[in-house]
């Protein structure tokens, strides 16, 4: 399984951007979906993730209301869109997924998740 990030950029505060994530090898028809980010200096914390079953989402308390995760209907690529864009939104974003499905506790925890793509620059500035 290989995801690739993509959809990363410069955007001023207030703005908005939509990361993709394309997968080959399995489809986001299983399991789990997730997005992580990192900034410098910075442990890898959760941004939002998706029961590809269920269809419930989760987010983070600091993006709750300006992001969004969905999926396509071919279940290839995921998507995470970003509005209200804030500087301390500054960070690489990684998508991740995993197979299964798993409690809704684990659904924030990165080692939830067994597959990685390389991750996408987004930088807000003010």
């Known amino acids: 399984v290989q995801l690739q990030a993509s959809g990363g950029g410069l955007v001023q505060a207030g703005g908005s951007l939509r990361l993709s994530c394309a997968s080959s090898g399995r489809t986001f028809n299983s399991g789990a979906m997730g997005w992580f980010r990192q900034a410098p200096g910075k442990e890898r914390e959760f941004v939002g993730s998706?029961?590809?079953?269920?269809?419930?989402?989760y987010y983070a308390d600091s993006v709750k209301g300006r992001f969004a995760i969905s999926r396509d209907s071919a279940k290839t690529t995921m998507y995470l869109q970003m509005n209200g864009l804030k500087p301390e939104d500054t960070a690489v974003y990684y998508c991740?997924?995993?197979?299964?499905?798993?409690?809704?506790?684990?659904?924030?925890?990165?080692?939830?998740?067994?597959?990685w793509g390389q991750g996408t620059q987004v930088t807000v500035s003010s």
């Open positions: 998706l029961d590809a079953w269920t269809r419930s989402t």
């Open positions: 991740a997924t995993r197979g299964t499905r798993i409690v809704a506790s684990a659904m924030r925890s990165a080692g939830s998740f067994d597959y």
